[in-house]
């Protein structure tokens, strides 16, 4: 621990991750000692040795440092003997984590196998829950619990005979009954399904434990994630964390969603060990983890997180196109202003706003269509063009640098002011004074070297000094990789909105030639945080040796034939395994029944079941239009 002057006070600065114990898996570690370990997932039948090897291999080359295989049933867990013989035939020493679901025997007989053995809380001893309102009285319960215990307790013996760890995974969307009947589905219930089994290893004296929980929803699992650490303080508990954001999908949607999810919680020094669940070729998650480990962890700035309320569960979103010179046609389109249908008679084509237009646009551009804006938007400009500004917009508002606007003396025209933050030192009395007299002032947030933990910082002494204006975040880097760069915003300001503490974000991607990029990345980081909706939100699981269809292919479909039903959330899941309860929040799911069938979900309701997949989309789509929710 050491300290770090800002703001003219002290903060705590911890230059290290969560504390926790080691837990031996094979020849490696996973701890807070040790770095943050990458891992990804077989998807293929575990019954098919060499598949399994030759993809275990892919993973590992490209740098995985644990490879996880399903083991449905008994006869798969006895198959991974032969998988973990070839790959130690060919000289491959990474650690095997079996995956088992609903099956205690499978778990007992893979811990003689693999180094490692996941089982779930919600389906390891507990029946696959219905979702339906059941009444436990307390003996009965109990009677459940001391259940768990036994079959636990078995499966523990096991692991410590053969040597081998145990990851306790909880996932939201597989969360039983029993828990259900007196939590909910919530991530309290997340968090005491885990306690139940740490219970009984710290009973049981078994310390090679990991845990996971883990949703769809990155905001679910964070909270789950922030309470279970304080609930194993309480309890004197200091097992290591795997991250991971379930579901997650394909693509840049996948990458930020899981960049938002688990890069908030590395960046508050939680997280031992992480993987990127895409609906991708598994060991193409392995880059995308690494660099999303690399950006988190290249931080030396660690506070203790001062309690901040959330209060904005709506944000703006300020597009940053300073480098046009011109706002013309072409422009106002890429970001989604049309003409519209009624012209101004003075003016001529005014425009309007789709769906994803920004509500506020900062430009240097001055000229006649800032005329044609809707009254809605509000156009941002530098201060010492204001004046011209309101030549062609009177509800344009001034940036000022926060040492200026300290020395105006008197209000600047307009309904507000924008008050850019660049220096930690300027946020002190004299601009709390000046803010005080400016109610309607909005604050921006632009350090120099931004992080999630300095932005924190500054509204931690915003809070402090009694500044309740409205605060936008923006940040400015001069980046030419897109990659490493969405991942970077979506990992340091993704967790903002997850705490809805900030009233807007705004991006200046410098390095990107794509003057609509920071827009559309603000808008997949707000969509992946939960708190706006810009296009069908897309949910679907990596898979795994449980899934009996290509799933790849059917994401693809799916999204073909519904990206344009922007109101919509749809969920494509390789089995029952996390649904319906993961895609509990879904409008409609596609999940995979058997081979070549598909079940229709309409939320958690199933209404159609076993659906060729070849027909299946057009089922789906029929569904969606019967129930009012399809739009040409």
């Given at each position: 621990?050491?300290?770090?002057?800002?703001?003219?006070?002290?903060?705590?600065?911890?230059?290290?991750?969560?504390?926790?114990?080691?837990v031996?898996?094979?020849?490696?570690?996973?701890?807070?000692?040790?770095?943050?370990?990458?891992?990804?997932?077989?998807?293929?039948?575990?019954?098919?040795?060499?598949?399994?090897?030759?993809?275990?291999?892919?993973?590992?080359?490209?740098?995985?440092?644990?490879?996880?295989?399903?083991?449905?049933?008994?006869?798969?867990?006895?198959?991974?003997?032969?998988?973990?013989?070839?790959?130690?035939?060919?000289?491959?020493?990474?650690?095997?984590?079996?995956?088992?679901?609903?099956n205690?025997?499978?778990?007992?007989?893979?811990?003689?196998?693999?180094?490692?053995?996941?089982?779930?809380?919600?389906?390891?001893?507990?029946?696959?829950?219905?979702?339906?309102?059941?009444?436990?009285?307390?003996?009965?319960?109990?009677?459940?619990?001391?259940?768990?215990?036994?079959?636990?307790?078995?499966?523990?013996?096991?692991?410590?005979?053969?040597?081998?760890?145990?990851?306790?995974?909880?996932?939201?969307?597989?969360?039983?009954?029993?828990?259900?009947?007196?939590?909910?589905?919530?991530?309290?219930?997340?968090?005491?399904?885990?306690?139940?089994?740490?219970?009984?290893?710290?009973?049981?004296?078994?310390?090679?434990?990991?845990?996971?929980?883990?949703?769809?929803?990155?905001?679910?699992?964070?909270?789950?994630?922030?309470?279970?650490?304080?609930?194993?303080?309480?309890?004197?508990?200091?097992?290591?964390?795997?991250?991971?954001?379930?579901?997650a999908?394909?693509?840049?949607?996948?990458?930020?969603?899981?960049?938002?999810?688990?890069?908030?919680?590395?960046?508050?020094?939680?997280?031992?060990?992480?993987?990127?669940?895409?609906?991708?070729?598994?060991?193409?998650e392995?880059?995308?983890?690494?660099?999303?480990?690399?950006?988190?962890?290249?931080?030396?700035?660690?506070?203790?997180?001062?309690?901040?309320?959330?209060?904005?569960?709506?944000?703006?979103?300020?597009?940053?196109?300073?480098?046009?010179?011109?706002?013309d046609?072409?422009?106002?389109?890429?970001?989604?202003?049309?003409?519209a249908?009624?012209?101004?008679?003075?003016?001529?084509?005014?425009?309007?706003?789709?769906?994803?237009?920004?509500?506020?646009?900062?430009?240097?551009?001055?000229?006649?269509?800032?005329?044609?804006?809707?009254?809605?938007?509000?156009?941002?400009?530098?201060?010492?063009?204001?004046?011209?500004?309101?030549?062609?917009?009177?509800?344009?508002?001034?940036?000022?640098?926060?040492?200026?606007?300290?020395?105006?003396?008197?209000?600047?025209?307009?309904?507000?002011?924008?008050?850019e933050?660049?220096?930690?030192?300027?946020?002190?009395?004299?601009?709390?004074?000046k803010?005080?007299?400016?109610?309607?002032?909005?604050?921006?947030?632009?350090?120099?070297?931004?992080?999630?933990?300095?932005?924190?910082?500054?509204?931690?002494?915003?809070?402090?000094?009694?500044?309740?204006?409205?605060?936008?975040?923006?940040?400015?880097l001069?980046?030419?990789?897109?990659?490493?760069?969405?991942?970077?915003?979506?990992?340091?300001?993704?967790?903002?909105?997850?705490?809805?503490?900030?009233?807007?974000?705004?991006?200046?991607?410098?390095?990107?030639?794509?003057?609509?990029?920071?827009?559309?990345?603000?808008?997949?980081i707000?969509?992946?945080?939960?708190?706006?909706?810009?296009?069908?939100?897309?949910?679907?699981c990596?898979?795994?040796?449980?899934?009996?269809?290509?799933?790849?292919?059917?994401v693809?479909?799916?999204?073909?034939?519904?990206?344009?039903?922007?109101?919509?959330?749809?969920?494509?899941?390789?089995?029952?395994?996390?649904?319906p309860?993961?895609?509990?929040?879904?409008?409609?799911?596609?999940?995979?029944?058997?081979?070549?069938?598909?079940n229709?979900?309409?939320?958690?309701?199933?209404?159609?079941?076993?659906?060729?997949?070849?027909?299946?989309?057009?089922?789906?789509?029929?569904?969606?239009?019967e129930?009012?929710?399809?739009?040409?």
């Amino acid at each position: 621990m050491s300290s770090f002057s800002i703001f003219n006070f002290q903060f705590s600065i911890i230059m290290k991750r969560r504390s926790t114990k080691q837990v031996k898996i094979g020849e490696i570690y996973i701890g807070s000692e040790y770095p943050v370990l990458v891992q990804s997932m077989l998807n293929t039948n575990t019954m098919n040795t060499e598949a399994c090897v030759e993809q275990a291999i892919r993973i590992i080359e490209a740098g995985g440092k644990l490879v996880r295989i399903t083991a449905p049933g008994v006869k798969e867990a006895r198959n991974l003997e032969n998988i973990h013989a070839e790959l130690r035939r060919r000289g491959y020493t990474t650690p095997l984590s079996a995956d088992i679901h609903f099956n205690p025997e499978a778990a007992i007989e893979a811990a003689r196998h693999v180094e490692k053995v996941r089982i779930n809380p919600g389906n390891f001893v507990d029946k696959r829950a219905t979702f339906k309102t059941l009444t436990y009285t307390d003996e009965e319960y109990a009677a459940e619990l001391e259940r768990l215990r036994e079959k636990f307790t078995a499966f523990l013996d096991v692991c410590r005979e053969y040597g081998t760890a145990v990851r306790i995974g909880t996932n939201h969307g597989s969360l039983s009954d029993r828990i259900m009947s007196r939590y909910g589905n919530t991530p309290a219930g997340m968090v005491e399904a885990t306690m139940e089994y740490l219970r009984v290893c710290r009973d049981e004296k078994f310390d090679d434990v990991v845990i996971s929980l883990k949703s769809s929803d990155c905001r679910v699992m964070v909270e789950a994630v922030r309470l279970l650490v304080k609930e194993m303080e309480k309890e004197g508990m200091d097992y290591p964390l795997h991250l991971g954001v379930t579901e997650a999908g394909e693509g840049e949607d996948g990458r930020i969603r899981s960049a938002v999810g688990i890069g908030t919680l590395l960046n508050e020094g939680l997280g031992d060990t992480i993987r990127v669940s895409l609906t991708e070729e598994p060991e193409q998650e392995i880059p995308v983890a690494n660099l999303l480990n690399e950006i988190c962890c290249l931080q030396d700035l660690k506070t203790e997180p001062m309690h901040l309320e959330g209060r904005y569960s709506h944000p703006v979103i300020v597009a940053d196109i300073s480098k046009v010179e011109c706002l013309d046609e072409a422009v106002m389109a890429g970001l989604d202003f049309h003409v519209a249908t009624e012209n101004d008679p003075v003016y001529g084509d005014m425009l309007q706003g789709g769906m994803r237009a920004p509500e506020m646009i900062y430009t240097e551009a001055l000229g006649p269509e800032l005329t044609k804006l809707p009254d809605s938007v509000t156009v941002v400009v530098p201060f010492d063009s204001l004046d011209i500004a309101h030549v062609y917009n009177r509800k344009a508002v001034a940036l000022i640098d926060a040492k200026d606007f300290v020395r105006l003396s008197k209000p600047v025209e307009g309904d507000s002011i924008f008050v850019e933050v660049r220096d930690g030192e300027m946020i002190n009395t004299e601009l709390a004074g000046k803010l005080e007299r400016e109610k309607n002032a909005i604050v921006v947030l632009n350090p120099e070297s931004p992080s999630s933990a300095l932005y924190r910082l500054y509204l931690g002494e915003l809070k402090r000094l009694g500044i309740m204006n409205r605060v936008i975040v923006r940040a400015t880097l001069d980046e030419s990789d897109s990659n490493r760069l969405s991942l970077w915003m979506a990992a340091h300001l993704g967790g903002l909105f997850l705490d809805r503490l900030v009233y807007g974000l705004w991006l200046s991607c410098l390095g990107i030639p794509d003057m609509f990029y920071g827009v559309h990345l603000s808008q997949d980081i707000l969509q992946s945080a939960g708190v706006r909706r810009y296009k069908t939100e897309f949910i679907s699981c990596p898979g795994c040796g449980r899934t009996l269809y290509n799933l790849q292919e059917s994401v693809a479909k799916v999204k073909k034939a519904f990206a344009h039903l922007s109101r919509l959330k749809i969920a494509v899941m390789g089995c029952i395994v996390n649904g319906p309860g993961e895609m509990g929040d879904a409008d409609y799911g596609y999940v995979g029944a058997g081979n070549g069938k598909v079940n229709l979900f309409r939320g958690k309701e199933m209404v159609r079941v076993a659906v060729p997949e070849e027909e299946a989309i057009e089922a789906l789509k029929q569904l969606i239009k019967e129930n009012g929710d399809w739009n040409d």
